[in-house]
């Protein structure tokens, strides 16, 4: 940047030098100093463009570096704020957990137990899902085996199809 500054430098003082040169005919002081001032001006920019290539290299390393920086601090923040939800999220659920453990005690002891807490949520259920289709249902026995009707149900379609 600096050569190419420098090379239009000495563009404008070579064309004032030759300028003055044309109009007398003869190399005056002034278009000698023209050209050599031009001829100093490319020297002194040929000499500094090492280290102003040095100085803006640091300048986009101190700039990358802030910027990498900010991105850092910008993830942990974001880390921090999931971290934050989490343990607000896990404290919502216990105490959610908390309440109903709560509801199903109150509502068993007045049921009589845990045994007929069960069973009362074993007629809602079914008041639930009746009318919707539901054809098998499962009794429970002493034996605490089932009593299945599918075969039932099974052979009633198989006499319709034929």
Do not use: C
């Amino acid at each position: 940047m600096l050569i190419i500054f420098a090379i239009v430098l000495m563009l404008i003082f070579g064309y004032i030098a030759f300028a003055l040169f044309v109009q007398n005919d003869s190399l005056s002081f002034g278009s000698l100093f023209s050209g050599l001032f031009g001829l100093g001006a490319m020297g002194a920019a040929i000499m500094i463009n090492p280290h102003y290539n040095v100085w803006v290299q640091g300048l986009t390393g101190a700039a990358e570096l802030a910027r990498a920086e900010q991105n850092r601090q910008i993830r942990i923040n974001e880390a921090k704020a999931k971290k934050e939800a989490a343990v607000f999220e896990a404290e919502a659920e216990i105490a959610r957990a908390h309440g109903v453990a709560e509801a199903n005690k109150i509502i068993a002891d007045s049921l009589g137990g845990p045994e007929g807490y069960l069973r009362w949520r074993y007629i809602e259920m079914l008041q639930e899902t009746g009318g919707k289709g539901r054809e098998t249902v499962y009794i429970p026995t002493e034996a605490g085996m089932p009593i299945l009707e599918a075969n039932r149900l099974k052979s009633k379609s198989l006499t319709k199809e034929k």
